[in-house]
């Protein structure tokens, strides 16, 4: 069955601090590792990372995928409390390429 | 980017009732929809993968005679809860995915649906 595990569960900061979320995964068939920002609705998409060691970037985020190890990390620098959201990553297997979402991280920043 | 839609946004039906969602792709063709069901607080759990013109496929404990999937055109899934139960309340949300677009088979969500049965 495939898996995936984030941490923290949930994680309380101040504006300015610098956060790293992470997200391990045991997948058969691995195809890619996306990220998204779950607000009140639907998730919104952030990163799909597909390769190992190369970094995507969009403003303050950026992530990374070691593929080797299993693992991901979304980092979050000058955090901002328009950041506060469930931030979810979730891994794309299969031949129908479906997602298996992890729990989430709760984020909150503080003003 | 591509717009995927679902009606309703919110629903609240009388247990033992059966609701209707719909979820659109607006400007692509989706192949391929799967609809998700998220309880409070917790992640988005597949429920069934749609596959347009053929049966859907359901996951392991998600009952087929229960929530009944039809993807009848390229832009169109529906999933019907029949029977519902105080049980079935959730945030339903469906996602489509861009075959045409390139490889990246990147997959759009919908807005979601709350569903309330009391």
């Known amino acids: 069955e495939d898996k995936v595990v984030q941490s923290p569960l949930s994680l309380v900061v101040h504006e300015g601090d610098t956060v790293t979320l992470n997200c391990s995964y045991e997948?058969?068939?691995?195809?890619?590792l996306l990220w998204y920002k779950q607000e009140k609705k639907a998730p919104t998409f952030l990163f799909m990372l597909t390769s190992s060691g190369i970094e995507k970037k969009s403003g303050r985020l950026s992530s990374i995928l070691d593929k080797k190890e299993l693992f991901s990390i979304l980092n979050i620098t000058a955090t901002q409390t328009g950041d506060s959201a469930v931030y979810l990553c979730?891994?794309?297997?299969?031949?129908?390429?479906?997602?298996?979402f992890g729990s989430g991280t709760q984020l909150t920043v503080l003003p | 980017g591509a717009v995927v839609s679902q009606h309703p946004s919110r629903v609240i039906c009388k247990s033992g009732t059966s609701v209707k969602i719909e979820c659109r792709s607006l400007d692509f063709q989706a192949t391929t929809m799967f609809w998700y069901r998220q309880f409070p607080k917790q992640s988005l759990m597949l429920m069934a993968t749609?596959?347009?013109?053929?049966?859907?496929?359901?996951e392991q404990g998600v009952e087929k005679d229960k929530f009944l999937i039809n993807h009848a055109s390229l832009t169109l899934s529906t999933l019907t809860v029949t029977s519902a139960h105080p049980e079935d309340s959730s945030f339903y949300i469906c996602s489509a995915r861009d075959e045409v677009a390139g490889s990246s088979y990147e997959q759009y969500f919908g807005p979601g649906t709350r569903l309330t049965v009391t």
């Open positions: 749609s596959n347009e013109g053929s049966k859907a496929t359901y």
């Open positions: 997948v058969t068939n691995f195809r890619s």
């Open positions: 979730a891994v794309e297997a299969g031949s129908a390429r479906q997602l298996t």
